[in-house]
Nanobody, 121 residues
Framework: QVQLVESGGGLVQPGGSLTLSCVAS????????MAWYRQAPGNQRELVAG???????NYADSVKGRFTISRGSAQNTVNLQMNSLKPEDTAVYYC???????????????WGQGTQVTVSS
């Protein structure tokens, strides 16, 4: 089995900061395209930041200059540093990755269960 587990969400005041972490574990041979998505009520799930297969980093325009995605030092981890948070950043944040499970023949997408980020006074 493969699991993606997010942590670091919570309640923060506007202008504050949070760091989200995602750890992929289980029978993993390889993981690629690790990314963060978010979904607010009534909205579609959107890409916040992620690594393409090429290694290029993609950011949503709304978070450029405020959020930073990075690979963790541990295997199959990814972090999201969020600064200058705004109320419109409020959403459930999901970790996503393409995972080649040990013994499998290809990559398949996996999602974490999500972590709530609420930006409010």
């Amino acid at each position: 089995q493969v699991q993606l587990v997010e942590s670091g969400g919570g309640l923060v005041q506007p202008g504050g900061s949070l760091t989200l972490s995602c750890v992929a574990s289980g029978s993993i041979f390889s993981a690629r395209r690790m990314a963060w998505y978010r979904q607010a009520p009534g909205n579609q799930r959107e890409l916040v930041a992620g690594f393409a297969v090429s290694g290029r980093i993609n950011y949503a325009d709304s978070v450029k200059g405020r959020f930073t995605i990075s690979r963790g030092s541990a295997q199959n981890t990814v972090n999201l540093q969020m600064n200058s948070l705004k109320p419109e950043d409020t959403a459930v944040y999901y970790c996503n990755a393409d995972v080649w499970r040990t013994g499998a023949g290809d990559y398949q997408p996996y999602w974490g269960q999500g972590t709530q980020v609420t930006v409010s006074s």
